[in-house]
């Protein structure tokens, strides 16, 4: 019988379901100096975990507990198997991202804040021309929530290939064209020197009137001041912002008083949610690695997520 995948669970204050979820799938919860693999349960505190790595030669993997790693980027090397969450909170956030887009859409920013009744107000969802920013987890779960709409979907991915239920799917040297004319852009691509600030003065300047933006990525995809300017001018429709920059927003920053925005606190994946997603990741990746398996959610040194 082969002997348990020995596997820490660090830092010290990690959730005891972490544990669980390594048990659950062959493994034996052991200190890190005498893992061969880690579950990091702090999103935070990278480094933290370039010390615990330092003082555990023998880890050879290690599972990260967010899908973004910008946090980890100078941590990572190539020597060791890193994964992440990727795809593992795609739901949730999806349901979110669309949640926000038809808020948006039909006026409910500008009727929530009413004090009396109003005239009509908003668009419709369905047949609207919509432009997804990035290719992974959220986006396959969006596209398809947002089948029943009829809605042309436009993706912008570094990897240019298809993906079911869209209509195109371009690289980024075609944002620009992909942005032109969209009545909804939603943000959902990994934080990385290329893609912060994605949207900017030139890009917001695309949309129309009645355009929506919808982040649920990161805060500094989208610079702040030249969105706070575009809403203010009433030259977009407006904007749904799971994330911000900064973040958490002050109580005082003027994108609360703005009627046409919409800010929920980094909501898409509440704890609560995410705590049995990620436990089922981890135990399906202690299995697979135990049996020699590929692992789920490989992070990529090169290209930051």
Same mark, same amino acid.
Request: aromatic share 6%.
């Given at each position: 019988?082969?002997?348990? !995948?020995?596997?820490?669970?660090?830092?010290?204050? +990690?959730?005891?379901?972490? +544990?669980?979820? *390594?048990?659950?799938?062959?493994?034996?919860?052991?200190?890190?100096?005498?893992? @061969?693999?880690?579950?990091?349960?702090?999103?935070? =505190?990278?480094? $933290?975990?370039?010390? +615990?790595?330092? $003082? #555990?030669?023998? *880890?050879?993997?290690? /599972?990260?507990?967010?899908?973004?790693?910008?946090?980890?980027?100078?941590?990572? $090397?190539?020597?060791?198997?890193?994964?992440? #969450?990727?795809?593992?909170?795609? @739901?949730?956030?999806? @349901?979110?991202?669309?949640? %926000? #887009? !038809?808020? &948006? %859409?039909?006026? !409910?920013?500008?009727? #929530?804040?009413?004090?009396?009744? /109003?005239?009509?107000? &908003?668009?419709?969802? %369905?047949?609207?021309?919509?432009?997804?920013?990035?290719?992974?987890?959220?986006?396959?779960? !969006?596209? =398809?929530?947002?089948?029943?709409? $009829?809605?042309?979907?436009?993706?912008?991915?570094n990897r240019v290939r298809p993906m079911d239920g869209t209509d195109r799917v371009v690289g980024p040297d075609e944002l620009h064209s992909a942005l032109a004319g969209a009545d909804l852009v939603v943000l959902a691509l990994a934080l990385t020197p290329q893609t912060e600030r994605i949207i900017g003065t030139e890009e917001l300047a695309l949309l129309g009137p009645s355009s929506w933006l919808v982040n649920v990525a990161r805060g500094r995809h989208v610079d702040t001041e030249a969105l706070v300017v575009a809403l203010r001018d009433e030259r977009i429709g407006g904007a749904g912002l799971d994330v911000t920059d900064p973040e958490p927003l002050p109580d005082d920053h003027e994108l609360w008083s703005l009627p046409t925005c919409l800010v929920t606190p980094h909501v898409g994946n509440t704890p609560e949610m995410a705590r049995p997603l990620l436990a089922e990741r981890i135990t399906a990746n202690v299995r697979r690695y135990g049996a020699g398996e590929p692992l789920l959610g490989l992070v990529e040194p090169e290209l930051g997520y």
């Open positions: 019988m082969a002997r348990p !995948l020995p596997i820490a669970v660090a830092p010290g204050a +990690a959730p005891g379901w972490m +544990a669980d979820a *390594v048990r659950a799938g062959g493994g034996e919860v052991v200190d890190l100096e005498r893992a @061969e693999a880690l579950v990091w349960g702090s999103p935070t =505190r990278p480094a $933290d975990l370039a010390a +615990a790595l330092a $003082d #555990a030669p023998s *880890v050879r993997w290690v /599972q990260l507990p967010w899908a973004g790693i910008e946090r980890f980027v100078t941590v990572i $090397d190539r020597d060791r198997t890193w994964t992440c #969450a990727k795809g593992v909170y795609a @739901e949730p956030v999806a @349901e979110l991202a669309l949640t %926000l #887009a !038809l808020a &948006g %859409l039909r006026g !409910l920013s500008h009727y #929530a804040r009413s004090r009396s009744w /109003q005239g009509p107000r &908003g668009r419709n969802l %369905l047949g609207a021309r919509v432009t997804i920013l990035g290719g992974g987890g959220i986006t396959e779960s !969006l596209v =398809r929530l947002l089948r029943p709409f $009829d809605a042309p979907v436009t993706v912008v991915r």
